[in-house]
T-cell receptor, first 113, second 113 residues
């Protein structure tokens, strides 16, 4: 069976510090991978989308970047965090045209102070 | 971008029926999903529609009209545990890639005893 691991669950970081969130998927090959952010009381905003190693699409201009060094590994990074980067970050995977959409990791609650 | 609209909040009483509407405007439509999200948790899959009509799954049903850009989620025999945010999501083609998933802001449903 497929599983998705995302860590850490919570993170408190000072403004200007770097960020690295990691997500790995097990039990499937060549998944589509996603990074979403959810601000308090808001919906999920698609940040990055990847269909393969090294293939990253950025949805919105921002202070963040993503990388996919391996087929089932997706990393969200920032060189210098801003207060506005606070939120609930969710990694997800899917296979193209699957009838169940995307499966989500447990999420990371990031607070920038 | 994608325009996905759903009401911000709804309330209902235990045992009742509630209908949550979602309208969307998008190109490259390839399926509509409903997810349930409890506070502080990741979204979980509820239903999928890609063709017009009604899909029924136990107490939950979802309807799609592609020509109207409209969907609804119907919850019957409401229970207290159904209190959660319900997210409407649209999957689209873009360029040569399949499977980008965009979410609405979610509808916070509160079920009262």
């Amino acid at each position: 069976s497929q599983t998705i691991h995302q860590w850490p669950a919570t993170l408190v970081q000072p403004v200007g510090s770097p960020l690295s969130l990691e997500c790995t998927v097990e039990g499937t090959s060549n998944p589509n991978l996603y990074w979403y952010r959810q601000a308090a009381g808001r919906g999920l905003q698609l940040l990055f989308y990847s269909v393969g190693i090294g293939q990253i699409s950025s949805e919105v201009p921002q202070n963040l970047s993503a990388s996919r060094p391996q087929d089932r590994q997706f990393i969200l990074s920032s060189k210098k965090l801003l207060l506005s980067d606070s939120g609930f970050y969710l990694c997800a995977w899917s296979v193209a045209l699957a009838s169940r959409g995307a499966f989500f990791g447990q999420g990371t609650r990031l607070t920038v102070v | 971008g994608q325009n996905i609209d759903q009401p911000t909040e709804m309330t209902a009483t235990e045992g009742a029926i509630v209908q949550i509407n979602c309208t969307y405007q998008t190109s490259g439509f390839n399926g509509l999903f409903w997810y349930q999200q409890h506070a502080g948790e990741a979204p979980t899959f509820l239903s999928y529609n890609v063709l017009d009509g009604l899909e029924e799954k136990g107490r939950f049903s979802s309807f799609l009209s592609r020509s109207k850009g409209y969907s609804y989620l119907l919850l019957k025999e409401l229970q207290m545990k159904d209190s959660a945010s319900y997210l409407c999501a649209v999957r689209v083609y873009r360029g040569s890639t399949l499977g980008r998933l965009y979410f609405g802001r979610g509808t916070q449903l509160t079920v009262w005893p």
